[in-house]
Every structure is written in C-alpha cells, then in structure tokens.
C-alpha cells in the first residue's frame, strides 16, 4: 500500500531541499563574510580569504537558485555540495587539496561531515520539478 492511499500525502522532496537551501545558503554567505571580518584567534575554524570566498560564492549560488525555486536544481545543489563537503573533510584530515588553501582545521572536518551528510541524503531523494513552493 501506498502512502497515498493509506492517507499519507507523499514526501515532497523538492519542497524540502528548496528549504534546506533557503537556510544553508545564507549560512553559507554569513559564514564567509564573518571568516573575512573575525580576527583569525576567534574562530574555531578556517579564517583564509579562499575558504570564505568559496563560502560566499556558493551561498549566492543556492540562494539564487531558491529565488529561483527550482526544486531540481536545489537538489543537485544540496547532492553536489555535500559531496563536495564531504570530500573536503577527507581532503583535511589526510593533507589533499584544498586543505592547503583553505587552512583547513579539525572543526571543519566535522562540520563538513554532518552537513554533507545531510545535504547528500536531501539531495539523493532530489525532485526534478522545476517550479515547487518554499
């Protein structure tokens, strides 16, 4: 039985990423703006320019992309930006890049992890509608 028929409406899965983006992309510009402002002794985590410029980039990037409200696109965001996150928590602890350039710490590594689990997992159950509602 499906959950339609049990009464259950199904998950709309491209409502969902559009909202996990409608936050995770002013995070990801505020996170930017404040490792470019913070003086580098206060932050737990990576205060290099290339980091928090990557930060603002893609956070204008899934921001335009929510204005937009384009559930497809929100979940190949979230699917291609938590793989990335991912990626950059492996690339951290063993010394690939970027670790380097963007000075990466341990505190990172755990944020990559979570987050990029999250925004994996929302990605995978990605809807290809176009025009979805916040």
């Given at each position: 039985?499906?959950?339609?028929?049990?009464?259950?409406?199904p998950v709309d899965w491209g409502?969902?990423?559009?909202?996990?983006?409608?936050?995770?992309?002013?995070?990801?510009?505020?996170?930017?703006?404040?490792?470019?402002?913070?003086?580098?002794?206060?932050?737990?985590?990576?205060?290099?320019?290339?980091?928090?410029?990557?930060?603002?980039?893609?956070?204008?990037?899934?921001?335009?992309?929510?204005?937009?409200?384009?559930?497809?696109?929100?979940?190949?965001?979230?699917?291609?930006?938590?793989?990335?996150?991912?990626?950059?928590?492996?690339?951290?602890?063993?010394?690939?890049?970027?670790?380097?350039?963007?000075?990466?710490?341990?505190?990172?590594?755990?944020?990559?992890?979570?987050?990029?689990?999250?925004?994996?997992?929302?990605?995978?159950?990605?809807?290809?509608?176009?025009?979805?509602?916040?």
């Open positions: 039985m499906t959950a339609s028929r049990a009464g259950v409406a409502r969902r990423n559009l909202r996990l983006l409608a936050v995770f992309g002013p995070v990801l510009i505020a996170t930017g703006v404040a490792g470019l402002t913070l003086p580098p002794g206060l932050s737990l985590m990576s205060g290099a320019a290339p980091y928090d410029i990557f930060h603002i980039i893609f956070g204008t990037l899934g921001l335009a992309i929510v204005l937009a409200r384009s559930a497809r696109f929100a979940g190949l965001f979230n699917l291609g930006f938590g793989a990335v996150d991912l990626y950059q928590a492996v690339a951290g602890a063993v010394g690939f890049f970027p670790a380097g350039p963007f000075g990466l710490r341990p505190a990172d590594h755990v944020v990559h992890i979570v987050l990029g689990l999250l925004l994996v997992v929302f990605g995978l159950h990605r809807s290809d509608k176009v025009d979805a509602a916040v």
